[in-house]
Structures are given as structure tokens and as C-alpha cells.
């Protein structure tokens, strides 16, 4: 993730005319050889191995947390206290109690802050919300939602230690629910409005693994896969599933909104596709045109579509790391034009909320409210 | 459905190389106009419009049962006592306790039985059955099926009387569970083994529909949509869902089952085609190949995949109607055989557990076992 | 494809209103053994062995022809003289100068009379006819065919005799020309006018085959691929291709067409799609909806497209089968609505002319002109 | 294209680890403010207007020539006999006889040289090269490639100046036929060999267009469309076509290979798939699996696909521009072993001769043998 961010402020100026101007000053981690091999490819100023230095850094006006979850709260807090904006990865934090508490430090400072949900800066996924706000879609029935990868089906892949930090409970404080339903969530609750309760079940399907830690076999505590039903403010319904046991979906995170008036489906391994079916009785003025009736697929690179004009010709593609970048963008342009780009701590706290009602809910084996307020 | 039922009778010898011969014998509709023209279309011997005569014909040796829900039971009953074969259209009963009825009534006669679970009969899906049975999905991990259309959304769809029998609780017994996800949960527990315990949501999206019969507004009792969440006795986990108001789907009948070493996907709108991906790295003996790996269209339309040596040449497709042709032709087979076909009542009383349980859920808003024995 | 059209004969009454009622008199085969079994599986009356007894049968009105290339002629204009409708089997010819015999024939008896290219009436490809007579692809500039196949790859496939006349030069008249080409040309002249210029390159792949009935060694006569640059009188420009050897190709005959306000695409191989894009700021009225514009898929299932309304729900496919049980309605609608069907003995000329030009083109190495007068 | 170049070599040293650094020294362009923005954006050391001044520049190493074709010769000399290193836009030429120029001037000077068909570096398109060269394709029949867009159907759109120098013979040399079918064509050549014989067809669908430079309606000289048909010295096929007047399609430069073994296709609007269809009954050792074949999409995204171990996780996509990175980055790692990356000047002067021979079929209306040596 620290390269997706450093990429993302190093091409900042490249291609978006804000006024402000990234300047990479630290890097921070605690190995030290790491932290200056980063130096030296990304360009960085310098490398620290103690955050505790960077937030308390004066030539510093940024935090931008890319750190497992465990560490997010204390780092965002203590940055906010010391009056830097801060960039947070995804999950917010560990729990509810967590988030509540960094969205205080945030508010009190007054300091600008957002939370890198950056799939919805995919270009189609932008354009599903457009549309929506067009009311193309008109009275919403149902969504569903998948985030489904393979990763992890190998017994023989260990938990734990640096690259492996999202199989450990205590560090990633749950497994696909934080890491990847947390992204469906919030671009769920984006198109469509609130999730008010939910009922859910996780399963671990490889109950040890070695932890590269400790060098012994552990028992697992994340929720290798979870799916959950959902109810929304709006009246509709909603089907959620994540897993990194799907064989042969990399990164399958798709949606689909289906209203009266039309439909949505966005499924990230083909990001440079929008699917929309509108329902053409309802448009056409004069004749019914039914027979014209079908999915379109929308390749989301004209300069009409949203980012895009700031990037190449029609056809020509963006990529993965792109999303980082805009969402760079738009944070900074919030920043410049008074109106925070979203989702800010405060937006992320509801997407949190959900995440520990659905958990809570595949603890329990029943229903739960998430207390959404949106 | 009794135009899709005579046409695969009519067609059964031409296609396919059995010793039985159907005939038509007779139609039967309490409108004796339509029965009437039936005879003439469908050249069906006579016409009938007292059921109770029909399953007392001397000269009739099958009753194929294409009426509404609400009177399968009493009908398949009454033939099985009168010695005749049965043939049912899905879902088999009302209730489990009218299913378990038949199951009592075909057995004591010792009749021949079969239910029309016609989309086990698509090529494509006959093959995913094989390729389970090839042992080429490994361990199973998830099982997702949907089943979506988007035919009742306009509030001016009327419920009840001929075409519209579906809409109405008394007649359907239920909406989609009954109509659309027993097709579902029979394709799931043919590639999956037995669902075990389910939690469910339904929803009735338009809460009052004119009565076709009554001429008056009256409440809809059916589910207009329903989703659940299923646990399997293999310890994979499964999503289900379906509706009428998915707008752009008309007939998306679709699962994907994620095992160790390979997944497969369906959809009915595509139904020559069966998605098949193989985790190569198992496959290959001497080197990883993992560069060739993707998911892989199955044209459906050799010789080598099922049934399709009986139709037409490589690369040219059969349609909806051929399912019932497949499903009669591997019914007489079974007779001749003397290994018969299935899902018979038996099995497809397990499926109607599955229903029961689901509604059972979506009422009393808490997990419910369902009780399959496979 | 005696199976083919049989078995539209035997179904036309049962999903046609026309007045007409088919009834299946004789079948020829000069294979006594096969032409009883046919009789059998089909319900025929009779069986001959020999094509003149059948053509001057008292109690015969329609002789449809479905052998071998080589006898289209003899057949067709000894059936014209006996007053016998006929439907022939495409390519009607193995030349023009033939085939302006057989429209000779027809036409001075006054039967009804058609060639069996049959893929004008698969639904998405009559709905593409459709959307270019609405006017919704305005000025066409590009016009793109091919028909890839990949059945005779390997030399051990042998040529002539029953199943393989089509490898055999004198039998078949030419190879993937007048077998694949003849339907892609048949295809783009009813969509896109007269095809005026081309040049041509054929190849033989494999040079060598065993002849099945001398059982020796032969060359091979045939064009095993083919392909070609077009000019239509309309001023538009098209490719066409045709092989046996594209690998994984199976029935891959595609068309795409591309005009100044939108364009077609469909391949036989996914048949239930027509894909359509339209130039969406042609159509709104007030602002531009470019953002929304994006190729679709037509799922051509629905009553109101081609010939669908006679079949089933929407959603509901149906196959290859089907083609020839529509083109078999428009054949009798005709012949009651005195509009007669096409594409009839005169129009398939203009096909002949194209598929002789290409040949000649071929051989000689240069652009021909193709004489088409449409 | 200065973009594309610039961002390039500002992000080589972030994903590849080559022992150069990539220094951004000056931008040249005729216009001084709009140099001048362009350092700014970029952060180039310096703006220059006269190319001049920049091939004599001690402090410069390497000249990228992202000008109109018309100056390519020119400066490449230019910069060759200053002992430069050179990359170049494509095409490398106007015609032959310049390229030729090109190629014994970088050889003469003896300076690492290569030209910018980027396409190659799509990881995808390097998959399938990988794929011919381990054999998966066996003995070639077919390729046929398109390269089609959209963006001149509209009479309004004008001609020359700035952004629309392609449209202007004079500064293009050609239209579709140098812009898109070169990259057609050098992809071919590098997966499938020689071309050795075209024939062409070129056409300019809107005669006149208003020229931006002289503000008056003047005649166009350039093609707007182009097809033509080739042969391979490996005895293959080919057909090929271009086009800005293919409504719908906006970057849609395809490839399909058919061989023995297997078949490849790419579409570079979905640049993240490969797909792939293998002949499996060559393949497996005991038994046919043909019921298991059939095209496979490859998503490209994985680290043992090309590019990809330098970029993010599996089914993270890169996008256009990466295509420039990779080049660069091959060009990089050419020089440090030895090895130059390809297509050098020379390689790309055997493109020009297609180029060239195809536009002489077209005017001359015959087969034209290329004269390539590969």
C-alpha cells in the first residue's frame, strides 16, 4: 500500500491542475532497511523508523496511514493532535470504539481527513453513482454484492509477519469482512443509502497455519469467508459475500443495483466496464423501443466520464493504481474548495458500524441492527 | 407448460433411440374451448375437461401434471392409484406434508415418478454434474446461485386466473421460493449435496394487485422476492436469491460453485455455455503452468457433452424446450433401464424441505434446519 | 440435414397458424436401408431410392432438396416442370450458369420456390435486418463477415462419401465458399445491398486426403479457407473469411456492420444475442447522453422480436433447429399472403454470382467485378 | 504523446530495477508557452522551441521524437549523428525510403535506437508471443487483426494543426494505414513473421474537411479506412483493416492466431485478457478431455505474467500508459545487456515496407509483394 500511495503523490501534479503540491518528505518504517530502500526508489526525503517522530514532524502536514489495522487508531489520533491531515487505509479501525474515538481526534483538530475506500474513484464505479444521482435507476429492489478472491486456499500459506499481517486476528482485528467487505459496504451504502440490519455467517475454512512470527502452527482467528443478508432504509434488499476461496476470482468485486427503471452491474476485474440496462418503455417519448432493450456495456474512458479527462484518449485505459490517485485528487481539491471529498472519518465510521453488526450477527446466528446513520 | 410438455412428447422419437413410443392421448382444461383447440394444434386424440376422468382412462398410461401448484397433489394421488405413471411439473407440492403424500401414494403403486426439474437437463448443466463426479472442483467451498427476473415490476400486472396463477398465494403457494428457487436448490443439492440449515429473507415489493378473477384490488400474498443463506453438509457455504424485480435479467438462473481445484459457473441466459476454470498448478504433471490458467467458455455443443450426440452438429445449439425432451427421454430410459430417472418425488421432496424451511425462516426471522436426507 | 428439415415440417402446425398442415409423404435416399430407417424415426409415409419417382409422385406438392451439391440442378428443374413447389438446400448451384437454369425453371412454371439460407432467420439476425430498415445505423461504411469453423485440421479426416462430400471438389463444387461464404454473403446482401467488386485468396491446407470411395489417396479440389475484400454498391467496404481450421472456432459465422448512427454485431454462436450500439446523440433530444452510450447485448427472446412470439417466455432461447422451422412459416406464409419468402431461387442467383466472382479471383489473382443486380 | 513519454520515463526507476536514472532534462516544442507549461507539469529542467538546439545539447543523452510523422527523419538523423540515443513515435517513417535513412544513420552512429510500438508491451500481447514461442499455437492458418475507431465520422471534425495533424497527408504520410495498421502490422510480424504479398483497398469517406491551418474547406488526402489481405511466409493467412469510421469502437485493435494446437485472441479494449483456446486431446497424456475445451480468458495480472512481478497483486490491472513504461523499461535493460530491445529501427523499417506496399495495392489494384526480410 505504500507504493499505491507514494505513486498516487508523486503523479499528483501530473495530471490533476490542483493548487497544492505533494512533496515527499518521510517515510516511516520500523525496519530501517526497508524504510530506506523506499527512500531510494520513491524519491522520499527521508526515512524514520518511529512514527511517534513523523506526527510530531513540523516540516510534515500530512499522515497517510498505510499500516496494518492494528496501529491505525493510535497513529490517526496522535497525528490529528499534532494538526496534520490525515490519510487513512482502509478499515478505518478495529472496532466501532475505535473509529468513534478518531473520528473525534479528526473533528476536534479540524484537520482534513479521509479514508482510501478508493474503489469508488474507479471511473464505471463513479459513473454508477451519476447515474443513480440521475435517476436512471428510479425506485431501488436489490443489491448484491461479491468480493471474491483465491488466495488464501493453500493450507501451506502462512499467517502473520509482514506480508501475510491480514491472516493474523490480532492484527488485522478480522479477515474478509474488514479487508474486503468493508470496500463493498461503502460503495453499497454510496449508490444505495443505508444498511439497517443485517444477518451474516463466517466460516474458517483452514483452521491453523503457521505464523511466521512465532515459527509454530497457530490457530486461525479471521473469518476466511463471510456472507450476509441486508435490509436498507430504502426498502431494498441486499446479498453480500467475500472469500479468498473463489478459485479462480482474483479480485472479483462486483455490484449490481437493480431499480425499476433500470440496472447496474460493476465487477472490478474488467474496471474499465460499466453495465447498465435501461428500460426503454419509460424513456422513449413517443414509441415503445423494447426491442432495442439490453445490457450495455459502457468503456468508461471518454473524457465525459468521470477522471477521465484528465487522462489519455477515449480507449485508452487507467489502471489499479489510478483509483489511489484520484482519490488523492479529490481529497485535495476538497480541501481547496471547502467541501471534503468523502468518505471522511465520519462517513467510514457508518461503513465500520456495519462490519461489526455483521460480525456480530455471525457470532450470534441472528439478526442485527447496524445503527447506520446516513 | 403443457405446450412444452406435448412438444417433447411429440418429439421424443425422433431424437431419441428408446423402445417406448409416446402417444397423445388426451388433453384435459376445465375450458373445453382451449382444450379443444389443443387437440387440434398439439393433434392430441381427444379432449378432457374432468381431470378425475383422465387419470381413470383405461387407455392412458401417464399423467403429466401441468397445472397449477395448488391441485399437483390430488392429482398425482389420484393417478398413482389408478396405476398410471407421473410425471409432475416442479415445485412438487404446496407443503411438505402434500409432498410426502405423493411420495407415500407413487410408491405404494409402485408408478414410475419424475418432476420436471427441467434445467438439470441442460447440456451445460448435465456437464457440470459430470465434471463434479470427474472429481475436477476438489473440496467445495462456496455455492452461489441466483435466480432473477423482472417481470412484475409494473404495479398494473394483475394476479390471479389463467396466465397469472403465479402471483396468487392460494393457487402458487408461495412466489419465488416455490417457482423459481426450487429450480435453485435442485441444481445445488445435485452438484452440492444437502442443504442443512438456512436463514432467509422475503419481500413483497407491491403490496396490492388487481385479482384477475375477483375483478377487485386485493393483497399479494406471494414473496415477489427472496434471498438466504445456506450451510451445506460439506461443511461449503451457499447463497441464494431470487426475484421478479431485477430489472434487464429475464431468465438469469445462474450458480457458481468455488472448490479447491476448480469452479464452475452458469447462467440460462447463455445456456450453451458452461464456465469451467482448472487450477492448473494440480493439473499439470511436470511444470506450473499457472500462466495459462482463466476461466474457459464451454461451447456445449459436441458430441462428447451431454446429450447433444442425439441432436445436431458441433457448434449448433438447442434451446429452452429441448430441457423437457432431455428430462421425458432420460424418464423412459429410466423405465427401460430399470434405474430410474431422476429427481423422482423422493428426491424432490428433499427440495420442498429446503422451501419449507426457507419461508419458515423469512417468517420467524431466525436460522432454521431444513431436515434433507441425501 | 434431412434431419433439419424434416423435423420443421413435422413441427410447423404446432407453433405456426398458417393454414397449410405439412404432411410427410415420401423420403428419398438412394440408400434403401437408410431411407427406411428414416421413414421409421420421422414418421414419412413412404421411402424411394430414386429422385424421379419423387418428382413426378401425383400425391407430392413440395420437394425439398437436401442432397449433395452436385444434384441441386437435375432435381430442382425436374420438380419446376412437374409443377412441384421446391426448397432447396444452400448453395443452390455449383455455378451461376446452373443456377440461372434453376430460377429458369421455377419461373416458368410458376412454383413457389426458396433456398434454404437458413440463418436469415435466426431472430437476432432478422432484428438486425429490422434495425436497418428502422433507419438506426444510418450511412454504412464497414462491413465485416466471417464464418470459422474448425473441423478438418487434421489430415486423417477423409474425403467424399456420405458424411464428407463436402471435401469432395466434384461433388460439392467448391469448399468453404459455397458451403460457409455462400451464407455470409447470403446474409450481408440482405443487409447491405449488392456486393459489386472483390478479390479473393483460397488455400489448401492440406493437400492429400483418402477418398472414401476410391480408398485411395487423393488431392484435395477444395478451397479449405478462403477470404476476401468487398465493395457494395452502397459504397461501403467489407472482409469476409471463411475457414475449416480455425482452431476453437466451432460455428463462428459473425457479422458486424458499422454506420454513421450505430452498429450490429452477432455471432452464430452465442445466436440469442444481437449486440447493437447506437450513437446516442443522434437520438436524445435535449442533451447529449454520451456518457451512457455503449455496445448491448439484445437478448432476442422477447415477444416482440423475430418470429419469437410463436415460442415460449422471455428469456427462453431457442436453437438451431429452429431457423429452418422459420424460414419453413415464411415459405407457406408466403406462398397464402402471395408475398412470396426470401430468399427465393432469383435472389440466391446474386448470391451464386458473388461466391463464382470470389473463385475467379481467387484463380486469377486480381479484383472481379461481380455482375450482382439487386 | 509527450505525456505518455514523460510520465514513462519519470516512473521508470519506481517499478524497474534498471542501473540508469531517468533524468528529465528539456521539452522542445515549436509553441514556447505551451513548452513552458510543460515544464511545469512535468518538471523538465528546461523548454526549448527549436529541435535543433536539443540534438547538439551536451547535457542530453537521449532524443524521444513525439512529433508529427513528417519530421521523424530529420531529426532522428539529427540526433544519431550527435552520437544520440533515439526512441521514435510510430510509424519510424513516411515511407521506406526514409526509414531506410533512419536505420543506416542510427547504425552508422551506432546508438541504441527503438521505435514505439507499444502494443507490444501490453502484458497480454507479450503472453501470446510467449505462448507461439512454447509452442501452444502449432502450424499457423490464420491471423486476422483490426484496428478500429470511431473519431472522424463527423464532417465537422477538421483537418491539420495541432491536435488533428493525422488527418493531414502532408504531416502524416498516411491516415490508418501508417497510425493504426503499423501497430497491426508490427504486431503480426513479431507473432506470426513475414508478411510477403498484400492486397489493398483504401478509402477517404469524407472528400473535403475544413483545414485548421489555412481556414479553408480543402480536399483530404489521407485514407480513412483500409483492409487488406495478406500472406505469410509462413504460408498463413491474414486479413487486415483499419478504420476511424467503425461506430462504436473506440481502441479496438484486435488479434486472432489460429493454429494447429491452439488460438489466440486479444482485444486491446479489454487489454487485461488474453484468451486462449488450447487443443486439448494433443495435450493430454491418457485421454481426451475435449468435453473440457474450450477459449479461456487469461486475466493478465498475475506475477508470472509479463511486466507484472514489477507492478501490484493479482488482479490489480496496469492501464495504457504502462505500455510506454515497459517499452522504456526494455529499452533500458537492452542497453545494459547487450541485448537491444526490439522493435529497433531496423526491425520497425520492415513494417514501413508493408505499410508501403499496401498503400501501393490500394492505388494500383493489385497483389504487391512487400520485399520484407525477416
Redesign the interface.
Known sequence: MG??H??AY??L??FFPVEHRAVLKAICDSDAAKANKFVE??GYERAETDWQKLVEAPDIDLIDICVPNVAHRDIAVAAARNGKMVMCEKPLAMSVAEAQEMVAAVEKAGVPNMVSFNYRRVPAVA?AR??VEEGRIGRP??Y?A?Y????T?SPDVPQGGDALWRLDLRVAGSGVTGDLLAHSIDTAMWLNGAITRV???T?T?IKERMHQLSGKLEAVGIDD?C???A?FAN?S?G?F?S?R????????NSF?L??????LYFD??????L?????QQLQS?KK?E??????????T??A??PYMKH????????????TFLNALADFVAGIESGKPAQPDFRNALETQKVCDAVLESARA???VETGVEL
Open positions: 507504493r499505491t507514494s505513486n508523486l503523479r501534479n501530473n526508489v520513491w459513473l451519476q447515474l429492489f436489490h448484491r461479491t471474491l478472491q483465491d488466495w486456499i444477518v451474516a455467517k466460516e475454512f469467508a456472507m450476509f443478508l435490509e426498502g434488499m446479498t459475500e472469500t476461496y473463489a478459485r479462480g476470482r482474483k479480485n472479483y449490481e437493480n431499480g425499476a427503471d433500470g440496472s472490478l476485474e474488467e474496471p474499465e466496464y453495465q447498465f440496462f435501461e428500460y417519448g415503445t423494447s426491442h432495442l432493450t439490453g445490457w450495455r456495456k459502457i468503456h474512458t471518454n465525459e466520464h487522462y489519455w484518449v477515449p480507449g485508452a485505459t487507467i489502471g489499479y493504481e489510478h446466528g441472528r439478526w
